[in-house]
Structure formats: C-alpha cells, structure tokens
C-alpha cells in the first residue's frame, strides 16, 4: 500500500479552512452534562458534549462537503457534483452544492430511510435511487464520467480531513484544558480531523474512536496496519457503516488516533435513551455510540477526566426512534452496570 502524505494536514492549513468556511458553518455549542448517574460512572469526570447535531443539515458531515466542494475548480463546477449515500452524507453534499450555486446529482441506497432521502431532497438535490454497494457507486462514477461531475466523497482525502478539522479547533478553543474527546468512527473522515486538530494543539489530549461492533473496518485496520474492507456490515448504526477504511483516513487515523473501541447495537441504543433522559438531546444512534463507548469499554480511561463527547448528528424520524429507544430502555443497565 502507498503511504499517503499527510503533512498538508497542519495547524495553518486547518485553521485557514476552518476562516474559510467559517461564515457557512456554524461554531457548534459545547456544553456540560451534569447528569448525576453519568458523572457518578466516571467517577466524578467533568463531561462536556460537542453539539454538531446542530449544525446545518443536522450533522458534521456539513463542514466536509463544503470543504470538499469549495475546492473544485472553477472550470469544472458548471458539470456540478455528484455523491454516494445512505443519508447523512447525501443530506451535507446537497447542501453544500446549494451553498455554491452548483448543480447536485446525489446517488442513494435503496435501504435509506426515506426521512433522509426527503431531506436530501428538500436541499435540492436530484436524487438516483440504487441498491447498496457496487450498483450505488457504479452510478456515481458514471455521473462522473458521463456528467463530468465531482464526486464528493463521504470521509476520504484531504479537504474532508480539513473541513472536519474545524470541529476539532472550535473543540479546543471552548475547552483547552480538556483531557480526552470522543468521537464514533465510521469511514474516519470525522474522527481523522478532529484527531489531527486535536493533538496538534495538545499532544497529550487523549483521541478515542467508538465504532459498532457489526461495522468495525477502522478496528480491524489499526490491528492489521492496513486499511481493512469487511465482508459484511450489521449494525443499527447506519451512518457508521461503510465496508471500508480507505487509505488517507486510515493514515490520519493511524497518525493521531490513541484508540478505537467498538460497542454493541444494543449499547448504541442504551447510548440514545441515556441522551435523551439525561442530556434531553434527540439523536440517532451514531451519536449514542460515542456515549456507549465512554461508559462502557474508554470507562476506566475516562474516570475523573476532563472529556468531551462529540454528538455528531440528530437526523432520525420519530418511528425510528421509538424503536431505537425502546430497544435501548431495556440494555441501560447493561451499559451501566447495574
């Protein structure tokens, strides 16, 4: 495997993308929980969330898209762009093209939730429905192809890495004396730039990743020294379940990454319930993974410090989320220990 470079990724080009897309995107809250059984968990730890749920189209994956898209050429952005979804990512990519005035071609699984197809929708994209996998991405290339679009990818390359960057540097800047932040990992494009923001403020702050235990390609990459494409994927976490770890997001990953862990499904919906008894947030289960993953398996390495929780997005339908939460209502206990 080629070793990509990753030194463009420094403090100076981080910060000057963040300026750049800083009157499209928002600084996103960071707030304290003070949830008695949560601190008492920890062990008296000082928690904070990181609230890119409220960030536009309801997630972080905002600030990669427009990264990503601001950088096309001028030449090439009358052909538009094109993108390869289950939801989030589809939602943020037609977003971003509506922020630039550019035509959007979005390509979505037939297994999306159809309240994150309307939303794509509602941003303005065009929307080409596939069957997951090889046939999603085989309409994408040929828009590529065909169209001349620029295809945004979900987590991988350099600008996603920067434009993610900026909710590691809002991060620090709201808590520069916190000790440990925690992110869920899907293809590594948000846990990659909040990472490398991260230590390169403060090396001795600690990076832990949370993945599902049914879609753990960064794990098995990290292990293996090489990014990892898995067989199959089964987790209730939708939007962390690519197949792969690609190289550029496996090379930040193993670059500034102290530690994925993974958690189960039920322990990702235990995560939903617990914020929302707790934090009164409304999330979809990525977000209750990064929660999971601090009270479960990071719970000793957390106890009495200060971290924070990255809640990374909020698009779910009602019905979804009766059944995430019901789920999680009977496994809080398990997560907790009791």
Request: net charge negative; charged share 20%.
């Amino acid at each position: 495997m080629a070793i990509p470079d990753i030194s463009q990724i420094t403090l100076t080009m981080m910060q000057q993308r963040k300026t750049e897309l800083g009157q499209a995107t928002i600084h996103t809250p960071v707030v304290g929980l003070l949830a008695r059984r949560l601190v008492s968990h920890l062990e008296g730890a000082n928690i904070s969330l990181k609230l890119e749920c409220y960030q536009h189209t309801g997630t972080f994956k905002a600030r990669g898209a427009l990264s990503v898209a601001s950088a096309i050429p001028v030449e090439d952005r009358v052909s538009g762009i094109t993108a390869v979804s289950a939801g989030n990512h589809a939602i943020a990519a037609a977003w971003a093209a509506r922020q630039l005035d550019l035509s959007a071609k979005v390509v979505m699984q037939s297994t999306a939730n159809p309240y994150r197809i309307a939303l794509a929708r509602e941003q303005g994209a065009e929307i080409i429905m596939k069957e997951p996998g090889a046939p999603s991405f085989a309409e994408a290339e040929r828009l590529v192809k065909d169209e001349g679009r620029t295809l945004i990818h979900p987590f991988e390359g350099p600008n996603t890495t920067l434009g993610a960057a900026g909710v590691g540097l809002e991060i620090m800047t709201d808590l520069d004396d916190v000790e440990a932040v925690v992110v869920a990992v899907g293809g590594g494009g948000l846990i990659g730039g909040v990472a490398a923001a991260v230590k390169t403020i403060n090396p001795d702050c600690k990076v832990y990743g949370v993945e599902p235990a049914g879609a753990d390609s960064m794990s098995q990459s990290l292990a293996s020294g090489q990014p990892v494409t898995l067989d199959k994927i089964d987790t209730i976490a939708d939007s962390l379940s690519p197949p792969m770890a690609l190289p550029f997001g496996f090379a930040i990953c193993q670059r500034y990454v102290d530690e994925v862990v993974t958690v189960s499904d039920d322990e990702i919906c235990a995560g939903v319930v617990l914020l929302q008894e707790d934090a009164k947030l409304a999330v979809e289960p990525a977000a209750g993974a990064a929660l999971a993953g601090a009270l479960g398996p990071l719970r000793q390495k957390l106890s009495g410090k200060k971290i924070c929780i990255l809640i990374c997005g909020a698009n779910i339908d009602t019905n979804t989320y009766a059944d995430v939460t019901a789920r999680g209502r009977k496994t809080v206990g398990l997560l907790l220990g009791k």
